[in-house]
């Protein structure tokens, strides 16, 4: 399927992605009614998942955007009081910008869980002990976005670890919420809205007076010490309000 379409859109390596991933991902749940009909005679996947419609799902969900926007927002808020990034004044375009990062965030906070802690982690449930679930869904989920040259690996390493203690996270907060989605949408739609707001709304000015190893490499907050030390806060949080050992 992704092949003809990058045949007929290479002019627009933007419009490109996005058409062929999402017709890619129209495949991938249309093929989760067929695995599931026909594997488990399990005709309501969705509610598997932790895709349900209830009250406590919602409020979940909106609890892990502001954590997400909050943790975004306060990451940079420490790196101004240190003097290595400026906040530049909004112009009328933020507004603008506020509703599509929203969209965007979610869009790709949805089609990430519902993948990753949706049937991914599913998947290993029915196989392996709880331990192994955790590190093995953590593991694809931050190699799977670390797929570049060679160059490109070693030059960004920081955010490998950074992604797999992500992944650790979400999966900690799903299990810590009743195996529930809405948590893990939100938190990481909030992680995903904060940095667009900020970045595609030329928020930050970086004053390069510490390494980008510490505030983050190609100004990817997550790419660096500070990005680091963060989720491991985070994670410190997570799992101790989801009281898991």
């Not at 695995?35 to 892990?64: A, D, H, M, P």
């Not at 927002?73 to 506020?98: A, C, D």
């Not at 060679?150 to 900690?172: K, N, S």
């Amino acid at each position: 399927m992704a092949i003809p379409i990058y045949l007929a859109l290479r002019s627009d390596p933007n419009l490109t992605t996005i058409v062929s991933m999402g017709l890619l991902y129209l495949e991938f749940i249309g093929l989760l009614f067929i695995w599931n009909r026909n594997i488990y005679r399990n005709f309501y996947w969705w509610k598997q998942y932790g895709l349900v419609l209830s009250k406590k799902n919602r409020l979940e969900f909106f609890k892990g955007l502001s954590l997400g926007l909050g943790f975004t927002l306060s990451l940079f808020i420490v790196e101004s009081i240190l003097g290595w990034v400026n906040f530049s004044i909004p112009s009328l375009r933020i507004i603008k910008v506020i509703f599509e990062g929203l969209l965007s965030a979610l869009g790709i906070a949805f089609a990430e869980e519902l993948l990753f802690r949706g049937w991914l982690l599913e998947e290993l449930n029915r196989n392996y002990i709880s331990s192994t679930v955790l590190w093995v869904d953590s593991l694809l989920f931050a190699g799977l976005h670390f797929v570049k040259p060679l160059t490109e690996v070693v030059r960004t390493f920081p955010q490998f670890p950074a992604l797999l203690l992500l992944g650790l996270i979400l999966v900690w907060a799903k299990r810590g919420h009743g195996n529930r989605l809405g948590i893990c949408i939100g938190l990481h739609g909030g992680l995903v809205w904060g940095f667009y707001i900020l970045n595609v709304g030329q928020l930050l000015d970086y004053t390069d007076k510490i390494s980008p190893w510490i505030t983050g490499i190609d100004n990817n907050p997550i790419a660096g010490v500070m990005g680091l030390l963060f989720l491991g806060i985070l994670s410190l949080w997570i799992r101790r309000k989801a009281k898991i050992n």
